[in-house]
């Protein structure tokens, strides 16, 4: 094999394309071959057994592996290739838990094609657009015996349990993983069928707080009047955090928002903008937002979110006490440049200024993420993804989501690149997760040309 | 037997109450009689077969007593003596369901004495204290052969369900059951163990807000920050309806409010008052209200309490959900002269103001109900009170709990005294109910008192 590399002509990229829709059959039997290996991190359930099979997959598919040990599930890492520029491809081979197993229609492990979808566990969440990028890969080597950029896989064993060593193990080996774009397909395209390219995520901040004000539930006719209410004072608090538009009162927590750029802005007036179909998508009668305001809200600001409130009787009819207890579970989705200790502290500081006695608890965090939709590889992904599909990409300045992208960005110090390639209902998560073919193959030649585009200079 | 009435002589009072003493063996015996017959009205258990008994026992008692039919369950009426001033006095003789079963010591409908109690379902709440009326008119006829007043009784089998006819009831027999004053003993002595007066009660409405503000709930990534949020919405809401000081802030709710008489403030005045006592019993840290404030607030002012919240999410852990509905469940407590309905449509008539989509839904009410503490005969059971147990008794405007009060005074027109006969720690609605025996003994010439005060001119 000639294992020269750089840029390479049209034509080469041509013949690789050639190869990948020759390839389909295979393709699909190779996802078929991965996806029936369970691997449910939730349950510890095969994933040691996934691990290995994927790698011995890599070899075979041409891309020398290797499998790292963590404190909890392995990490699979392969790299191959020669070039200025290096791209990380990130993926899990493991999965949702299949319960309840009686709500699919084929089991969940025995991957089985209806009407040009796959149907199995992990098919679209996340095995089928992980192997995309080993096959785009795959056919550069068959084609032209080469690539014309370096690459790494780095797939992890546990995103489905939250990858708790996932930042850590970034953090240990950053040489290894050293790269100039990491890039992630998980998740739907945009559910008009055109692709989606996310510049970053929200980051998350999750608390609770709770109170007690009595040592029981008083009798709100004998002790009326004259005690505290802990449904009253949660009342009083939240209301204290976010003014009648929804902004929030607490001192300090927009301190670190980044401000949109030219460049955000302009991602989202390219955007198709339909209200209407939005407001029927999420369940509420209108949505009363211009389409800037829209997006900004959803991407580029913070939010404080009640997640659940809970005092006092709340069965059948009444049952009149004075509740003595009262809590409210919250979120808030971060944004660059916000610090989730910081906002914690603020939020906690603003409580107990309150009310001292206020017991505020933080549940885990994830820190916001961005990359500069301006930067070159930027331009070159959004580029691929719309050659490759021949439709324009939504591209976004983040994801309203979290998801742990920070890794690459702030620990790994790299620029990183959401591009889902999965089906809008692919029931990730759900009984009878599917991915469809023409999304999985569609994927492949995303990656293949993802790979052509970054490879120009 | 001299039928003869009108003011008796002090030695004969005293010649009924030396009967009374010598009778305690026989009137815990019939006590026992009247608990064994189970008349759980909420389960329509023997109550029909305890109207029947309780009027046999009554002519037994030398007291003419017929049965009446309602919508419901039996009412019991009874009727002797003449004279200038007649008494009324109100009680009822079903029961609470008796379950956890398991918990009693011994079974419910088996009145059994320990340690100077005795234990059954019923014993304080009501049998034991209606019967001491009964039973000091009893010993009137048999000590005197006459009574000094005239004396109606009316004993209601669904006080434990809410005395759904009761008002019906008195409307239509007003002139069978009228009276110059109301008795009531129901309910416990003051925990110092003085005896207890009200001079009326307050009055209940109960109303449940809830809303929905999307078809589901949503993502608080995906969605956050462009669709409303339930919980956010029910505590702007709720925060409208209360100053920090905790007055209400609904248009009118203090319209009919009476200010304290000067009479209600002696009262008050009169009685003692140990905050931490108070605080302790209630379980909370401390009472912040000086004693004036206290008793105003706990008996001559409305309150507005919040007996319930839920929304979205409640589980363990976090969801990271916004939530499409919110609920609060509240109860007022009211004061003369405010009229339920028209302080449900206030708060209504708030509440859509605030938000038109929030539904608001009555839970049923109870009047307030108000006698005046300087009326003659308010000040006579005073003194019976008080001259019966050698204790001064602890007497209020009003209790800070609700009882159908309002059909005495706002349907019949007459005054209505509340004066408790049980021990503090009766258990009543709880297993393993008891009166002490000292309480139902004492209760006898309590009751015996009260008509030989009223009987003086």
């Not at 708790?164 to 008009?192: C, M």
């Not at 449904?231 to 401000?259: N, P, T």
């Given at each position: 094999?000639?294992?020269t ?13 050639a ?125 032209l ?8 896989f ?25 790269a ?15 692709p ?17 004000t ?6 709100s ?55 209407w ?25 913070p ?18 006490i ?66 490759a ?32 390639y ?18 999985f ?17």
């Amino acid at each position: 094999m000639d294992k020269t590399h750089g840029e390479i002509p049209t034509l080469g990229y041509q013949k690789v394309l050639a190869q990948l829709r020759r390839k389909k059959r295979e393709h699909l039997k190779l996802l078929q071959r991965l996806v029936a290996q369970p691997s449910i991190s939730a349950q510890n359930e095969g994933v040691r057994d996934c691990a290995e099979l994927l790698a011995s997959i890599m070899e075979e598919l041409g891309v020398p592996a290797q499998i790292y040990e963590t404190e909890g599930q392995p990490v699979v890492f392969g790299e191959i290739g020669e070039g200025d520029l290096t791209v990380l491809f990130y993926g899990h081979y493991d999965v949702q838990p299949p319960e309840p197993l009686e709500a699919w229609t084929t089991p969940p492990f025995s991957p089985t094609v209806r009407n040009g979808r796959l149907y199995g566990r992990g098919t679209g969440d996340n095995k089928g657009q992980l192997l995309t990028h080993l096959l785009a890969v795959h056919s550069y080597l068959e084609v032209l015996g080469k690539l014309p950029i370096k690459i790494k896989f780095i797939f992890e064993g546990e995103e489905e349990s939250g990858s708790p060593y996932l930042a850590d193990f970034v953090a240990e080996h950053q040489e290894l993983l050293s790269a100039d774009l990491a890039y992630t397909s998980d998740g739907p395209l945009h559910e008009s069928g055109a692709p989606a390219i996310y510049y970053g995520v929200r980051g998350m901040l999750g608390l609770e707080m709770s109170l007690e004000t009595a040592s029981w539930d008083n009798h709100s006719g004998n002790k009326g009047g004259v005690i505290p209410n802990a449904a009253w004072e949660l009342v009083r608090i939240l209301f204290s955090m976010k003014d009648e538009q929804g902004r929030v009162l607490v001192d300090g927590f927009y301190d670190r928002v980044r401000e949109p750029s030219e460049i955000d802005l302009e991602l989202i007036a390219n955007l198709e903008y339909h209200p209407w179909q939005i407001a029927k998508n999420f369940g509420v009668k209108k949505i009363n937002l211009e389409k800037e305001e829209f997006y900004r809200r959803l991407t580029l600001e913070p939010t404080m979110t009640i997640n659940g409130l809970t005092s006092g009787y709340q069965g059948q009819g009444t049952k009149t006490i004075i509740p003595a207890k009262a809590s409210a579970k919250m979120d808030c989705r971060l944004v660059a440049d916000q610090d989730p200790e910081e906002v914690f502290s603020a939020i906690k500081h603003h409580i107990e200024k309150m009310n001292p006695e206020v017991e505020v608890i933080q549940q885990g965090y994830m820190h916001p993420s961005r990359t500069d939709p301006g930067l070159p590889v930027s331009q070159k992904i959004l580029k691929a993804a719309q050659a490759a599909t021949g439709k324009k990409p939504v591209a976004l300045p983040a994801t309203g989501g979290s998801l742990p992208d920070y890794v690459w960005t702030k620990i790994l110090g790299v620029p990183s690149i959401i591009v889902p390639y999965a089906n809008a209902d692919e029931a990730n998560h759900a009984p009878n997760e599917n991915l469809s073919l023409e999304c999985f193959y569609q994927g492949i030649e995303i990656s293949a040309r993802a790979i052509y585009e970054l490879s120009k200079k």
